[in-house]
């Protein structure tokens, strides 16, 4: 099988450098330590405006105005900072130190069949959706941002917002430019547990004076109503005008939000103008009133990135000076009782400038790094635990950013910079540059969150540079991680293609799930059709942690009804592929796809037709015969299997193929790139059950209890004789028994004078295009 994006690096593990943080009390004392002080200006902002959106059980479809808008502002966001000239002039590029590459682990808990034990690493909810959303809304841009209560999950891409009341199980839509008709690009949400409040940013496109606002949305419903807040630059400062925000981090202290933004002109080639924090306090945002509020702007350092798990202080970081020296770093402090900031200016380890179209991960005309620059991305206070031998219990100041590949590194990479939060002092070694580098595994775009423990986590893209396209991925740094260097990281969702417009990003996002804040909620993107393309990422929203901290999470979701429950239900009559990913496995013989045709049904008007899709399947008419070398998939997944009593998929099945040569086969995986099962051969003489049992799967026995499982279809052929028509499918259902026992499905058996075969079979990684084989008969003849 040709499709090697399935079937590389499944379920990889991930031990982060860097050991997480709680709350830590800075006293009076400590604030002596930095001498820079830069003053704040007050502004005040008016009373808000009220927004009633229209949540629909359907994304709705944008204006052929709104995609044109913003396909155009698609390249007008995430602008690059001041240009320096020679910025590696003079620096020694610190090259990777042996033994500290990103490695997977030996054996990934989730890959291997038995209980898990309580350290390890578990996701609890993966979820793919979208693949109904209309043109315009899929942008492999898709900077995912979530907040996520118990059940209630807000999240946000380019150019959507979606609503979930069951923890990402269902879904209605809003189009954000509704309730805001300059809406653009950027979009940020949070939720504020101590409040129970939802923040929502959306960022708007500069009208022909170069002037943009931000609108910020407050709600105390989940997102039922808010009222908001407009935000101009001249509403901050009468002095910025034709100027406009860029490139936003919002992140919650005790008891104010903090935004950072930049700023750029209104010239045809935008040029930065300054970088600003804005201080709201979060009493006033909850009661929708007018407040007055603190800003900080520089001109000296580009992007702000503020911590996540700020308490009564709040850091932030920039990594971009205006003037050399360019590989220092400056951290900001302010405290929430304090009007004025301090900052302290680091000397870092060199690392490779990087600008936009220099980071390279795969080919160039299919570079999901080409857009990113080195500016912070991400930044997290957490704690340094048991493990490490230094100063356990310490709390950490943390940033992370994006480099190319280059001096030692043979990939692009995250790297990483922390300091101790008392003092305000670089760690040293691998704890101070916590980087992730793998010479053959591309890291780039990573999110930090610290839990309550102050266990730390990372979500982030990997890829390699040929085989494994741009998957989602995470790491957690805890009790149970091993002192570094050495990091150890886990697939949340696997790529199937490469975006062709060279962009992806601009950011992920991880949380602390709440309210318990022991675990995690991840969101990024994937593209899951089966060749590379534009517009077409679907985001995921995926839950983790470690196996220890399951129940605490599922204690907030709902209790499944007693019974079978439905996973997956397709019967061809609505739209398909749908939540299924549908591919041609080999290249060269003509492009076949599963389909939704109207040729054969077994109730209803349609069914899906193993050949009826793809360049060549689409042209085909009702009766044709099957190609050779075909290679038809339909996959599903991942979804989980905790605490399931039964589960299966099962089928309706027409089949008309060469017998002992051409196959259906019904498949299961726990990595995505190994499938197991069983294959069907010969003439039906109409429909047929086939069943597919996730407890008793061929070699890798019972999947009840996995946190993730892939289930698939595929239709394949050899080198010689067709027949018509080859496979139809019908009423297929993937489902789960979560309470009790739930009775099986009983599938006919096949007699030996049957025209059917029905083998156990295994296609795994390390042979991917192997042929199911009947060892009852004689093999087929070369000259057949």
């Known amino acids: 099988m040709s499709r090697t994006r399935r079937w590389s690096l499944g379920r990889l593990a991930l031990i982060v450098v860097l050991l997480s943080s709680v709350g830590f009390s800075v006293n009076a004392a400590d604030r002596s330590l930095t001498k820079d002080v830069q003053e704040t200006e007050a502004a005040a902002m008016a009373a808000p405006v009220s927004e009633a959106p229209d949540w629909q059980a359907e994304m709705p479809v944008l204006t052929k105005e709104q995609e044109e808008a913003l396909v155009a502002w698609a390249g007008n966001s995430h602008l690059p900072g001041p240009v320096i000239e020679s910025k590696d002039e003079g620096l020694e590029i610190a090259a990777p130190v042996a033994g500290s590459e990103s490695n997977p682990a030996p054996a990934d808990k989730m890959d291997v069949p038995g209980p898990l034990a309580p350290g390890d690493a578990q996701i609890y909810r993966n979820v793919t959706f979208g693949s109904g959303f209309p043109s315009g809304t899929r942008s492999n841009i898709m900077e995912s941002s979530v907040a ?297 775009y990573p999110s930090a969150a610290a839990n309550k423990r102050g266990d730390l986590a990372l979500v982030f893209d990997a890829s390699t540079g040929s085989n494994m396209n741009p998957s989602v991925a995470y790491a957690i740094a805890d009790d149970f991680t091993a002192v570094p260097p050495g990091f150890t990281y886990y697939t949340a969702q696997t790529g199937n293609a490469r975006p062709s417009d060279n962009v992806w990003g601009d950011y992920n996002t991880v949380r602390a799930f709440l309210p318990t804040q022991d675990t995690w909620v991840g969101a990024g993107h994937t593209i899951q059709s089966g060749s590379n393309c534009a517009y077409c990422a679907l985001p995921v929203l995926f839950n983790f942690g470690r196996a220890r901290d399951f129940q605490s999470w599922n204690g907030w979701q709902d209790a499944a009804p007693p019974g079978w429950t439905t996973i997956v239900d397709t019967s061809f009559e609505g739209g398909f592929p749908g939540s299924w990913s549908v591919f041609d496995g080999l290249s060269g013989y003509g492009e076949y796809y599963w389909a939704k045709r109207g040729c054969r049904a077994y109730a209803g008007s349609y069914s899906g037709w193993a050949i009826g899709g793809g360049a060549n399947g689409a042209a085909l008419s009702c009766g044709s015969y099957y190609a050779n070398y075909t290679r038809s998939w339909m996959t599903y997944g991942p979804f989980s299997l905790v605490g399931a009593t039964a589960a299966n998929m099962s089928f309706k099945l027409w089949l008309n193929s060469e017998s002992c040569c051409d196959y259906v086969c019904r498949y299961a995986s726990v990595d995505g790139s190994n499938w197991y099962g069983n294959c069907t051969s010969g003439y039906s003489n109409g429909w047929i059950d086939r069943v597919l049992d996730l407890a008793n799967v061929y070699t890798i026995g019972d999947l009840r209890g996995r946190p993730q499982v892939w289930v698939a279809v595929q239709f394949y052929t050899d080198y010689s004789i067709t027949y018509s028509e080859g496979a139809y499918l019908d009423n297929l259902l993937v489902r789960k028994c979560t309470s009790g026992s739930c009775p099986a499905q009983a599938m006919e058996e096949i007699g030996p004078d049957a025209r059917l075969i029905d083998i156990p079979f295994a296609l795994t990684a390390d042979d991917p295009d192997r042929a199911p084989t009947y060892e009852g008969q004689p093999p087929k003849a070369a000259n057949n």
């Open 148 to 444: 996520e209560n118990g059940k209630n999950v807000f999240y946000t891409g380019n150019w959507f917002a979606a609503r979930s009341t069951n923890g990402g199980q269902g879904w209605t839509y809003i189009n954000p430019a509704a309730t805001m008709s300059d809406f653009c690009c950027d979009q940020v949400t949070l939720h504020d547990e101590s409040r129970n409040m939802l923040l929502w940013y959306r960022q708007g496109s500069r009208n022909s004076s170069g002037v943009n606002r931000f609108r910020l949305s407050v709600s105390t419903d989940g997102g039922g109503s808010f009222c908001a807040y407009d935000v101009y630059p001249t509403g901050v400062n009468s002095g910025w005008t034709n100027q406009w925000w860029d490139y936003p981090h919002l992140q919650l202290g005790a008891d104010y939000l903090y935004i950072t933004t930049n700023m750029f002109d209104n010239s045809s080639s935008p040029q930065w103008t300054r970088t600003v924090m804005l201080r709201f306090p979060l009493d006033n945002l909850r009661a929708c009133s007018s407040f007055s509020y603190n800003y900080l702007a520089t001109t000296s350092w580009f992007t702000w990135v503020p911590v996540q798990g700020a308490d009564h202080v709040m850091y932030f970081a920039s990594n971009w000076p205006t003037s050399a020296p360019y590989n220092r770093i400056s951290v900001w402090r302010w405290y929430e009782d304090q009007i004025s900031t301090t900052s302290t200016v680091y000397t870092a380890p060199s690392w490779s400038r990087t600008g936009r179209n220099q980071a390279v991960c795969g080919s160039t005309n299919a570079n999901w790094a080409a857009r990113t620059d080195d500016r912070l991305l991400t930044g997290a206070r957490y704690m340094l635990h048991n493990s490490n031998y230094k100063e356990p219990g310490r709390m950490v100041l943390g940033w992370w950013w994006n480099v190319k590949q280059g001096s030692g590194f043979g990939q692009p990479y995250i790297n990483g910079f922390t300091i101790y939060e008392n003092n305000l002092t670089p760690l040293s070694g691998a704890q101070g540059r916590p980087y992730l580098w793998n010479p053959d595994i591309c890291f780039l």
